[in-house]
């Protein structure tokens, strides 16, 4: 439908349009943070000091939303990193393919090559398909294990900012 629709197939768009809309999961997230973290007294305070709508979301509700923000962008930059699916239905330029869909087809294709060697009575040994997994398990989760430090202040903020004072 999106590539139909929008004529996308082939593009760098095919990867990122199909994953843009709104999931039901993170409108809940959003939802129970607003509803459990800001306090409506704080609002009404706003109110009060004759702040309008649009002050209220940017000096008070975002800044106190940062734990939760930041959750919702790590969640969807997951989203795209470990996306291969949209890279198999709407790419077939080999230059565009996304690197999760990129190991995808070499763990098949390792795979393919063990079972023809098996069939042709070779040593099936000689091909090692849990080595290549485990080493490519390595390659995808190195970049979100560099990323986490720089965003973890921001988790424990959250888990703090919805404690119960004394």
């Known amino acids: 439908m999106y590539a139909n629709t929008f004529h996308i ?36 305070a706003a109110k009060l000091d004759g702040a309008s709508e649009m002050k209220i979301l940017t000096k008070v509700i975002l800044p106190l939303s940062k734990p939760m923000l930041v959750t919702l962008v790590l969640m969807v930059g997951l989203t795209y990193w470990n996306d291969w699916y949209n890279s198999m239905l709407f790419i077939n330029n080999e230059n565009l393919y996304s690197l999760q869909y990129q190991l995808y087809k070499l763990v098949n294709d ?24 485990m080493a490519l398990t390595v390659v995808v989760t190195g ?24």
């Open 9 to 44: 197939k082939n593009t760098i768009w095919a990867l990122l349009i199909p994953n843009l809309m709104m999931n039901a999961f993170y409108v809940i997230m959003m939802r129970s943070f607003f509803t459990a973290s800001i306090p409506d007294s704080l609002i009404e």
């Open 143 to 166: 970049p979100i294990i560099l990323l986490y430090p720089f965003v973890q202040r921001y988790f424990v903020k959250g888990l703090t900012l919805g404690a119960v004072k004394g």
């Open 110 to 133: 390792a795979q393919a090559l063990r079972n023809i060697a098996a069939e042709s009575g070779m040593v099936v040994d000689t091909v090692p398909i849990e080595a290549t997994k």
